[in-house]
C-alpha cells in the first residue's frame, strides 16, 4: 500500500493559479501511476489528471489547457499545477496513485486537500 499526502490548497480569486503537492511513501510507491480526483458540493469525485512513470497524461476536458500534472520521481512527489482557476473548480482535490493508469481511484487515496475560488 502506498501512502499519500496532499499538500498546497488554500482559498484564491478567480483566474488566480495554485500548486498542489502530493508526496507518496511506502515500498512500491516509486513504481505507481499518480494522479487527481476531486469532490465538489455535490459529493461526487471525478478525476483530473494522471501520469505515469512514461510520462504519459490523461486530463479531464473542464480542465485541459489549464492544469499540469508533473511528477518529479526522485522524490516520489506529483504535482497538480492550476491555472486560470474559475469557481467551479472548487473541491477538495485527492492525490490517488495505483500500479497503472487504468486502476487510478481504486488503490490508494489520500486525505485530500481544499481548494476555494472565490469569483
Known amino acids: 500500500q502506498v501512502q499519500l499526502q496532499e499538500s498546497g490548497g488554500g482559498l484564491v480569486q478567480a483566474g488566480g493559479s495554485l500548486r498542489l503537492s502530493c508526496a507518496a511513501s511506502g515500498r512500491t510507491a516509486s513504481t505507481y501511476a499518480m494522479g487527481w480526483f476531486r469532490q465538489g458540493p455535490e459529493k461526487e469525485r471525478w478525476f483530473v489528471a494522471a501520469?505515469?512513470?512514461?510520462?504519459?497524461?490523461q486530463y479531464a476536458d473542464s480542465v485541459k489547457g489549464r492544469f499540469t500534472i508533473s511528477r518529479d520521481n526522485t522524490k516520489n512527489t506529483v504535482y497538480l499545477q492550476m491555472s486560470s482557476l474559475r469557481p467551479e473548480d472548487t473541491a477538495v482535490y485527492f492525490c490517488?496513485?495505483?500500479?497503472?493508469?487504468?486502476?487510478?481511484?481504486?488503490?490508494?487515496w489520500g486525505q485530500g486537500t481544499q481548494v476555494t475560488v472565490s469569483s
Open positions: 490517488v496513485a495505483a500500479p497503472d493508469l487504468r486502476s487510478l481511484g481504486h488503490s490508494s
Open positions: 501520469l505515469d512513470l512514461s510520462g504519459n497524461t
